[in-house]
T-cell receptor
Framework: GDKVKQSPSALSLQEGTNSALRCNFS?????VQWFLQNPRGSLINLFY???GTKENGRLKSAFDSKESYSTLHIRDAQLEDSGTYFC??????????FGLGTRVSVFP | DMKVTQMPRYLIKRMGENVLLECGQD?????MYWYRQDPGLGLQLIYI???????SEGDIPKGYRVSRKKREHFSLILDSAKTNQTSVYFC?????????FGKGTRLTVV
């Protein structure tokens, strides 16, 4: 968790609201991935990023390699967005270094 | 559809027993990984494999060894399991960019 720091550690969101998760890292990273771990424990791939921005439905993510950070924006939060979001930085050859996660709870 | 398969999904072993965790992928990915996940520690890298018989230690290799005799299979072996190896173990694979994870194996060492 020291090399990849995620904030906040936990987040409570009302349905329909927006929020942002952040990931700062102190390692040389050529890629960033964001995962959602669901209540059953499965890691769902959300984004694979080289420096730049991607959008998928209500989720948007950016990776700035110069400033060594990444963000994940959730728009119009839904109940099914609940879970733990993990940021992982690095590259496929050396493996990904994970943060400790942000636990997101969406309530009606 | 990318698929990484782990067997078994749940396992209970006694301290001192040998443990074999198996992982398979049907995508001919060259690179495969083993991670473990513990509360408060996130996921930590145990070993990386770059292809058959080409393995490298990750951040926490002590107490583990791996075997990769076929590209599609990557095994994690615990010789004489210890209680502190109780964890959820994830296997992953990559074609050279994005990394894909299996559903995990929950190992309890009693």
């Amino acid at each position: 968790g020291d090399k990849v720091k995620q904030s906040p550690s936990a987040l409570s969101l009302q349905e329909g609201t927006n929020s942002a998760l952040r990931c700062n890292f102190s390692i040389a990273a050529t890629t960033v991935q964001w995962f959602l771990q669901n209540p059953r424990g499965s890691l769902i791939n959300l984004f694979y990023l080289v420096p730049g921005t991607k959008e998928n439905g209500r989720l948007k993510s950016a990776f700035d390699s110069k400033e060594s950070y990444s963000t994940l924006h959730i728009r119009d939060a839904q109940l099914e967005d609940s879970g733990t979001y993990f940021c992982a930085a690095g590259n496929y050859a050396q493996g990904l270094t994970f943060g400790l996660g942000t636990r997101v709870s969406v309530f009606p | 559809d990318m698929k990484v398969t782990q067997m078994p999904r749940y396992l209970i072993k006694r301290m001192g027993e040998n443990v074999l965790l198996e992982c398979g992928q049907d995508m001919s990915h060259e690179t495969m990984y083993w991670y473990r996940q513990d509360p408060g520690l996130g996921l930590q890298l145990i070993y990386i494999s770059y292809d058959v018989d080409s393995n490298s230690e990750g951040d926490i290799p002590k107490g583990y060894r791996v075997s990769r005799k076929k590209r599609e299979h990557f095994s994690l072996i615990l010789d004489s399991a210890k209680t502190n190896q109780t964890s959820v173990y994830f296997c992953a694979s990559s074609p050279g960019g994005e990394v894909f994870f299996g559903k995990g194996t929950r190992l309890t060492v009693v």
